[in-house]
């Protein structure tokens, strides 16, 4: 299994808060990157199609808002499964990180 992208870290991780539209999923991902990452309609569209292809998310439903159609989508379980994942292999690397510093910081080596 390669590593996810960011971007795409971050979209699964919107999406696992329940079904949202593209704009809500883009406020999302701002919110929980602090701010850090910035998807532009275009960009998350794209990955919002590659990861449907993906059958990591799924369209949960439209609805019509001032005369546009606002599609939701929502975490597929095979998407659940791999963003668990992907969280997991992170968090092993930060232990190993945080674990390297210490030692840089009670005057060893790594």
């Known amino acids: 299994m390669r590593q996810m992208q960011e971007p795409t870290f971050l979209i699964l991780t919107a999406l696992a808060a329940g079904p949202q539209h593209g704009y809500g999923v883009i406020t999302d991902v701002e919110r929980i990157s ?26 949960d439903r439209e609805e019509i808002v001032d005369g546009r159609v606002r599609r ?9 499964a791999r963003l668990a994942a992907e969280a997991e292999r992170m ?10 510093l210490r030692v840089i910081g009670s005057g060893g080596t790594a």
């Open 34 to 59: 602090d701010g850090q990452v910035r998807l532009r309609a275009g960009t998350l569209y794209a990955a919002l199609d590659r990861l449907q292809g993906e059958g990591l998310i799924a369209e």
């Open 91 to 100: 968090s092993r690397h930060a232990k190993a990180a945080t674990a390297r």
């Open 72 to 80: 939701y989508y929502r975490l597929t379980g095979d998407g659940a």
